[in-house]
């Protein structure tokens, strides 16, 4: 008896039977006497040459993927085109390497943990005394773009591993994934747009998802626990996650009911101890409430709930005003993937959030919807298996024809918006090379330990000091007083690009009050930039910009 059960084991470890008339791989059924792990290792079966060149090719179009990505990254960083949220990162990153572990982010005017309760940036910070430069940020954000796109592909070309269909569909549907992953134009888009946590999330999220759909459990929460130390909007990722996986088959369903509720858990954790300052919760969604704010925490969240339960018109009018939008993101991982079990999770719970914020903003940011296209993608693999498995030839057909559609929207797509990489970003395109210079004369005339005050379009560079803010107005217009913390202070006046900030009177009245009162040193003055290193007079606390409304 046990001889013959060691004969069944051996032999679901070998490679399944082909059926050559028809070219399809026959996947016998389960034997229930055989270890579980035995036959997860044969629906993994590694040895499939119809996918193993596809994997291949897979790692050298994203290596290269990566490698256009950090060009992008460092044409933004070199040429200044670099603004506020990069360096809200880069201070809390510098702070932190060196040794300041809870920093005031004084460029969003909160402690930085309660910004976005991003913890992840704690251990990142590790590489700051060893590199001393910010732009490691933007290394890993390339990285994770890169690595979402490799995911993706390889999650895909899992999924028909693991189904009954021919070579031609086997190879098929993970090169769609592959060009659309590769070609996404939204992806060009973040890494040209400061940096956010939310492409590594991506990458974390969608590794999960791929280990969870394998059966790979264990595994899956070590991306799940990394996913959620990027902060509160991770949680929602692992929610919509979860809602895809309850979704897509009963074997996943019980993952799934535990992810949502991880997510949802810690979403409302960190709302609840006010650490999702940045999310402008209670003022984004308060119109659906029809309040001037929402409360904190649960209770607020239960306002917005009956607000839209009550009134569903605004919601949905709101999402209809900002469909272009919506159908670019969905377009970019080909479509159909909404379609799907994994197109109703992470993609529509990703989209409604930014969707309904009361500014535009959000969901014209490309950045914040990165998310939206892997689970996309996969979810138009899905698609095209699920029907070319059916044994319709018209559902067959079907599925061809959702691959060849989809390819076309992803390329037309990316035709249409690869040459605004650069145009999305405070300076609407790229700082130019006289400007770059001056900035760049500016950065290195500042001491170390000096103050920075400056243009917000131009200011992610200089943001590598403790006490960094903005030059501007007040929020209202008016006079804003900023505070002095240091002895020197640089102030660095993008004359070019933060007109609607500070207006050319306003900037000369600054300048004025710089070479006029204290010590000062004229730093740089020509292309669009004037940088001055001021010691104020004793006594004097504040710096006002912008004139009385």
């Known amino acids: 008896m046990e001889e013959s059960a060691r004969r069944r084991s051996t032999a679901t470890l070998q490679a399944p039977a082909t059926n050559s008339a028809r070219g399809r791989t026959l996947v016998p059924e389960p034997d229930p ?38 060009v992008v990254s460092w044409t933004v960083y070199r040429t200044f085109t670099i603004s506020i949220d990069y360096g809200i990162f880069a201070q809390a990153l510098s702070q932190i390497g060196s040794g300041n572990l809870l920093p005031e982010s004084t460029l969003s005017d909160t402690a930085y943990l309660s910004s976005h309760f991003e913890l992840i940036m704690w251990p990142i910070a590790l590489l700051y005394p060893i590199f001393g430069t910010g732009f490691v940020l933007l290394v890993i954000q390339a990285a994770a773009l890169a690595m979402v796109g490799y995911t993706t592909t390889a999650w895909s070309a899992d999924h028909v591993r693991r189904s009954d269909l021919t070579t031609w569909w086997r190879r098929a549907i993970p090169i769609v994934v592959l060009v ?14 400061d940096f956010h946590f939310w492409a590594l999330a991506t990458c974390f999220a969608v590794l999960a998802a791929r280990d969870l759909t394998a059966g790979r459990t264990r595994r899956m929460w070590i991306w799940v626990v990394l996913c959620l130390l990027c902060g509160d909007v991770a949680g929602v990722f692992i929610f919509g996650v979860g809602a895809s996986a309850v979704l897509s088959s009963r074997a996943t369903r019980r993952w799934g009911l535990a992810l949502m509720a991880v997510g949802l858990g810690w979403v409302m954790f960190i709302a609840a101890t006010g650490h999702n300052n940045a999310s402008h ?12 704010r929402l409360d904190d925490g649960a209770p607020g969240m239960l306002q917005l709930a009956l607000g839209v339960v009550s009134d569903p018109a605004t919601p949905i009018s709101t999402v209809g005003e900002r469909h272009v939008p919506i159908l670019e993101y969905l377009a970019a991982g080909g479509g159909f993937g909404l379609f799907s079990p994994w197109g109703l999770g992470v993609p529509v719970v990703a989209l409604l959030i930014a969707a309904l914020q009361a500014s535009p903003i959000f969901i014209h940011h490309p950045f914040q919807n990165f998310v939206v296209t892997p689970f996309i993608a996969f979810g138009t693999a899905w698609l095209a298996t699920w029907l070319a498995t059916r044994r ?26 690869v040459p605004s990489t650069f145009t999305r970003n405070g300076v609407a395109g790229l700082v130019t090379p006289e400007q770059t210079d001056a900035l760049q004369t500016a950065l290195e005339g500042i001491p170390d330990g000096a103050q920075v005050i400056a243009s917000v379009p131009t200011i992610g560079r200089f943001a590598e000091h403790e006490w960094v803010f903005v030059l501007a107005r007040g929020q209202l217009g008016g006079v804003r007083e900023i505070p002095i913390e240091e002895e020197q202070v640089a102030v660095v006046i993008d004359r070019i690009n933060a007109l609607q900030l500070l207006s050319p009177a306003e900037q000369d009245a600054v300048v004025q009050e710089l070479l006029t009162t204290g010590e000062s040193e004229v730093l740089v003055d020509r292309d669009g930039v004037t940088a001055i290193l001021w010691t104020p007079p004793p006594g004097q606390r504040t710096l006002e910009a912008g004139f009385p409304a």
């Open 180 to 193: 659309l992953m590769a070609i996404n134009p939204i992806a060009y888009a973040t890494a040209a747009q």
């Open 33 to 70: 006497d055989v270890p579980r792990v035995v036959r997860r290792q044969r629906r993994r079966d590694p040895e499939d040459p119809a996918l193993i060149g596809i994997d291949r090719v897979a790692m050298a179009v994203f290596a290269a993927q990566f490698v256009v990505l950090l």
């Open 392 to 417: 319709s030839q018209t559902l067959r057909v079907l599925a061809a024809g959702t691959l060849v559609v989809a390819v076309v929207l992803g390329i037309g797509n990316a035709w249409r918006l």
């Open 281 to 292: 919760v209670d003022l984004g969604y308060a119109y659906l409430a029809d309040v001037p």
